[in-house]
């Protein structure tokens, strides 16, 4: 079983910055890809960044630039810099790992608060 514990989430001033850490702890292979979504209120979960084991990584439009996400593999643990904070930022925030070969291995966490304040 695989365990995702997000934190950093909390309440930021917009223009603010904020880093998400996820751990994962359990039977977690190296060549899972992490990423981390985002849901609103009212709103589908949504994909923000996404990075492979070997360091590829994409991003949504509306976080490029401001955005960006790394790994440690060492540690299993997966992080979100996020700058430029925007109240359009404001959401739950779920880490993510997944097999890239298929679709029976796919975790989440339980999710942390972010609210950006205008």
């Known amino acids: 079983q695989v365990q995702l514990v997000e934190s950093g989430g909390g309440l930021v001033q917009a223009g603010g910055s904020l880093r998400l850490s996820c751990a994962a702890a359990?039977?977690?292979?190296?060549?899972?890809?992490m990423g981390w979504y985002r849901q609103a209120p009212g709103k589908q979960r949504d994909l923000v960044a996404a990075?492979?084991?070997?360091?590829?990584?994409n991003y949504v439009d509306s976080v490029k630039g401001r955005f960006t996400i790394s790994r440690d593999n060492a540690k299993n643990t997966v992080y979100l810099q996020m700058n430029s904070l925007k109240p359009e930022d404001t959401a739950v925030y779920y880490c993510?790992?997944?097999?890239?070969?298929?679709?029976?291995?796919?975790?989440w966490g339980q999710g942390t608060q972010v609210t950006v304040s205008s």
């Open positions: 993510n790992a997944r097999s890239p070969y298929t679709l029976l291995y796919n975790y």
């Open positions: 990075i492979t084991s070997g360091g590829d990584t």
């Open positions: 359990g039977f977690i292979r190296s060549n899972y890809v």
